[in-house]
Structure formats: structure tokens, C-alpha cells
């Protein structure tokens, strides 16, 4: 319970995950070439964070198309989400069908006003188009990509977490013939996979690790990192959880009792765990020595999340988890199988008839002697045999 408990409280931040795309804002501002675009920045706002709007309609409706842009650009003007430094300039293609301006914004992409920016500019675009009958309208620009790809992977992401969850479910209880081992691999695995994400919020949403690590924090975490994390994760804490529980299962299989079966399954697979373990967890935090924060990101959550999964998963929660059940482990297909103990060969009968062995058991009496002997000493003409 008390492992259990710890894993829940790192697990806590999680709750508070901010998701953005990474950019040009994540990069050390020690970096001469970002110290120069972002004097560039203060000094031409129009020419930093930009939103595109694009619009298709009609050739024959090009005039109405560039008043209604006219228009939307007039209704930003005094306004502090956008940039007043110069005037957007409406461009026209070729064949007049298309038209683009750019709308600045004075904040980086990593600014909640930036992202309220783009919000106000797609809510005005369509209103400033309603007597433009049949046109298309898009805004974008790097907060709309930024914005539009993290909304994409959280709708998607809990469609991804309840496949893993329920092909995780599945095999396990196709493989070990066990509700209990399959219920207990999902909740333990995403129990791990929590507790590396609140780890990863509490590095890198805060500022208190940015000395230690070297990095400068935007308060948020790199966008595809969780759904990313969380496959991997599962995979690799699988890998363990199949290795330890099948350990566990063939001492089960040989008549040991839960508790000898659990300390029995643990010990033969400690070597192999802890050495996997330390490998990985070596080898992914070479990433947090990065000067990129996505590969920070990566590197920590990774490397957290196997020392945790190895360390307190595998060591104290499992044992004690399996422990508790009991026989309940491998219910409904219980350790009764036929097949696992081995079993005499056939046995010839009187007459020469090959009769059906019976069931295995050990020899009553240890020592003995082989037939021959046995027989030749039953004459007393075994050698060096004395009649007294």
C-alpha cells in the first residue's frame, strides 16, 4: 500500500499536463541566433508570430473578397492581441480564386495570448465572409499548427490508450488463462505509465529543474510525448510483466503454494529484470544531456518510468499484489495440467503386452539396488557375498 500510495502521489501532476508543439520558444535564449530573433521580434512584431488567413472563392467574387479582408483587418486595429507595426498586405493568386494576408501578433507562439489571438481571428474570418456567398475560409500560421496538431492527438489519444488497454487485457488472459493476471497487468502498467507522466510534468512544467538539466521551461510538455510515452511504456513494462508472472506461473505449475511460487518466480527473474533495467534506464537518460527539450522530455520520461516500473512495480507492488490473491491468480484456469510432471514410460506387462503407465511417483525406497543385483543377492550369489 505504501508503494502504491508513493505512485500515486508522483503520479498527481499528471493532472495538470499543458500540451504544445515545439518551437523556436523552447530554445536556449543564450543561443546568439535566438537572442537576435527575438530583438528582431520586439522591434517588428508583424514579423515574428504570424497568423495566415486564406481565403478561395469565386474569381468573379475577388472585389467582395478583398473588401470583406479590408474589412478584417480594419476590425484589428487597436486591438492588443494583434501587431500594428505595418499593414498586412493582401495577396491574390494568378487566377483570382485565392486570397492571403498575414495577421501578426505581438506574442510568441508559446504566449496563451497568441493562442487567444488565433481564436478571436477564426471567429471573425467567417463573419467578415457572410456576403461573400459559398467562399472557404482557413486560418493558420505556427499557433494554428501548433494548437490545431495538440487538439488532433487529444481527441485521438484515449481511442490509442483503450486499444493498448484492451489487446494488453486480452492477450494476457488468452495467454495465462487468468482474469486476475490480465486485470492486474492493465492497472499495474498504467499505474506506471501515470506516475512517469507526473514525473515529466513536475520536471518541466517548473522551473526548479531547469539548473540541473540545463533547460529553459515553457510550462508545458512537448505534444506527442505522452501518446509516444505511453506506447512505448506499455510495451516495455509488458515485456517485464509477461517475463515475471511467466516465472511465477511455472513454479505455480509444479505444485509450489502462491507465496513459494511468487518468491520463487521473483528471484529467478531478478537477474534478468535488473540488468534490462539498468541498460535502459543508462541509455534513455543520455537524452536528458540534449540541448533540444523534446529529447529532454523523452529522456527523463522514459528512464522514470523503467526505474519505477523495475524498481517498486515489479519488486514490491506485484509480489504483494499476487500474494494477496492467492489462488485467485489463475483463476478460472487454475495450475492443473496435465502434462507438466513427468510421467513413466510404458511399462510391459505378463505376456509381453505394453500396459498404460499410472501416475508418476517417486520410489519408495532410495538406494536401491539395480535388478540384477538385487536378484543375484536374493540367491546369495552375489559377489562377495559371506553365508553366515
Do not use: C
Not at 245 to 260: K, N, Y
Not at 262 to 275: H, P, W
Not at 365 to 386: C, E, K, Y
Amino acid at each position: 500500500m505504501v508503494s502504491i500510495g508513493a505512485l500515486l502521489l508522483l503520479a498527481l501532476p499528471a493532472l495538470d499536463m499543458k500540451l504544445k508543439q515545439p518551437g523556436q520558444d523552447d530554445l536556449s535564449r543564450d543561443i546568439p541566433v535566438v537572442q537576435a530573433t527575438d530583438r528582431l521580434t520586439d522591434a517588428f512584431p508583424s514579423e515574428g508570430t504570424v497568423h495566415k488567413v486564406a481565403v478561395r472563392a469565386r474569381a468573379g467574387q475577388a472585389g467582395q473578397v478583398e473588401a470583406a479582408l479590408r474589412g478584417l483587418i480594419a476590425r484589428t486595429e487597436g486591438n492588443r492581441l494583434f501587431a500594428h507595426d505595418q499593414t498586412p498586405v493582401i495577396r491574390e493568386s494568378a487566377d483570382h480564386r485565392v486570397h492571403t494576408v498575414d495577421v501578426g501578433t505581438p506574442y510568441p507562439p508559446k504566449n496563451p495570448k497568441a493562442t487567444e489571438s488565433l481564436k478571436v481571428l477564426r471567429g471573425w474570418v467567417p463573419q467578415a465572409l457572410d456576403e461573400v456567398p459559398d467562399a472557404e475560409s482557413a486560418v493558420g500560421g505556427a499557433v494554428a499548427q501548433g494548437a490545431d496538431f495538440t487538439a488532433h492527438l487529444e481527441e485521438r489519444m484515449p481511442w490509442v490508450v483503450g486499444f493498448v488497454l484492451l489487446l494488453t487485457f486480452g492477450t494476457m488472459a488468452v495467454i495465462f488463462r487468468s482474469l486476475a493476471v490480465a486485470v492486474s497487468a492493465v492497472l499495474l502498467n498504467l499505474l506506471s505509465a501515470a506516475a512517469s507522466f507526473g514525473v515529466l510534468v513536475a520536471v518541466f512544467q517548473h522551473s526548479w529543474a531547469e539548473g540541473l538539466l540545463d533547460f529553459d521551461s515553457s510550462g508545458t510538455v512537448v505534444s506527442w510525448l505522452p501518446l509516444f510515452l505511453f506506447v512505448v511504456l506499455f510495451g516495455l513494462s509488458m515485456d517485464y510483466h509477461v517475463f515475471v508472472v511467466s516465472r511465477i506461473r511455472e513454479t505455480a505449475l509444479d505444485g509450489a503454494s502462491v507465496r513459494d511460487s511468487v518468491r520463487e518466480g521473483i528471484v529467478r527473474s531478478a537477474g534478468v529484470v535488473t540488468s534490462a533495467a539498468i541498460v535502459m534506464v543508462a541509455v534513455f537518460s543520455i537524452f536528458g544531456t540534449l540541448n533540444a527539450v523534446e529529447f529532454k522530455q523523452l529522456g527523463v520520461g522514459l528512464a522514470a518510468a523503467i526505474l519505477l516500473d523495475a524498481v517498486v512495480i515489479r519488486i514490491f507492488v506485484l509480489p504483494a499484489l499476487m500474494t494477496a490473491l492467492g489462488p485467485w491468480n489463475w483463476w478460472p484456469g487454475g495450475t492443473s495440467q496435465t502434462g507438466r510432471r513427468p510421467s513413466a514410460g510404458p511399462v510391459p506387462a505378463e505376456g509381453g503386452a505394453d500396459a498404460p503407465a499410472g501416475p508418476y511417483a517417486p520410489s519408495p525406497v532410495t538406494g536401491a539396488a539395480p535388478d540384477g543385483a538385487a536378484t543375484r543377492a536374493s540367491h546369495g550369489d552375489a559377489p562377495g557375498h559371506r553365508r553366515r
